[in-house]
Nanobody, 111 residues
Framework: QLVESGGGSVQPGGSLILACKAS????????MSWHRQAPGKEREWVAT????GSTDYADSVRGRFTISKASAVYLEMNDLKPEDTAIYYC??????????WGQGTQVTVSS
């Protein structure tokens, strides 16, 4: 089970840190990703931290967002823009195909 937290409302240029906690120590065995879905749009990939620790980012967030993991998987979001407004979802993906999603947390960027 994955549980996201940390969403909220911020002004443009603000920052938020999202957290994804898992029931069980899965971070060493699963690639962990953040995805987001804006109103009226398809869900899109945001960032991934692989089980080995390598990271990758969508071009739209590169340089502004940082994904990391410790006791949870975190997404530090800086210089937020109105277009970052979305529900953010945590995903755990195993090489064998097992995939799990959290329930999502809302991020709203508005002045």
């Amino acid at each position: 089970q994955l549980v996201e937290s940390g969403g909220g409302s911020v002004q443009p240029g603000g920052s938020l840190i999202l957290a994804c906690k898992a029931s069980g120590n899965i971070f060493n065995f699963y690639d962990m990703s953040w995805h987001r879905q804006a109103p009226g749009k398809e869900r899109e990939w945001v960032a991934t931290i692989a089980s080995g620790g390598s990271t990758d980012y969508a071009d739209s967030v590169r340089g502004r967002f940082t994904i990391s993991k410790a006791s949870a998987v975190y997404l530090e979001m800086n210089d937020l823009k109105p277009e970052d407004t979305a529900i953010y979802y945590c995903n755990a993906q195993h090489l064998r195909g097992w995939s799990y999603w959290g329930q999502g947390t809302q991020v709203t960027v508005s002045s």
